[in-house]
């Protein structure tokens, strides 16, 4: 259920796009989203484990979406004939 739940969240990913248009306005902010919240962590106790989960949560959303997105316009960078090199590379 929880895998459900996960993979139609990852289809709205791409939304975000439609809202950010510049892609390195993109990337920095998937960069400083996964940064911020994960240098929130370290507020982290026993006590506010809620907490923690959250911050988990959003560093890695800003994680899943850097991936996808430094692929894509890796891809869009290179010359038909390095497709392949360039999905391996990234």
């Keep these: 259920m929880a895998t459900a739940a996960f993979e139609d969240f ?3 990913i791409p939304s975000f796009s439609s809202k950010i248009k510049h892609w390195r306005t993109q990337y920095f902010a998937a960069i400083f989203t996964s940064v911020f919240f994960g240098a ?3 507020l982290g106790t026993k006590h506010n484990m809620s907490l923690m989960m959250v911050f988990s949560f959003l560093t890695q959303f ?3 979406y850097q991936v996808p997105l430094s692929m894509t316009f890796l891809q869009f960078g290179a010359p038909q004939t390095e497709l392949g090199v360039s999905g391996g590379l990234a």
């Design 10 to 12: 990852v289809v709205l």
């Design 40 to 42: 929130l962590l370290a």
């Design 62 to 64: 800003g994680f899943g």
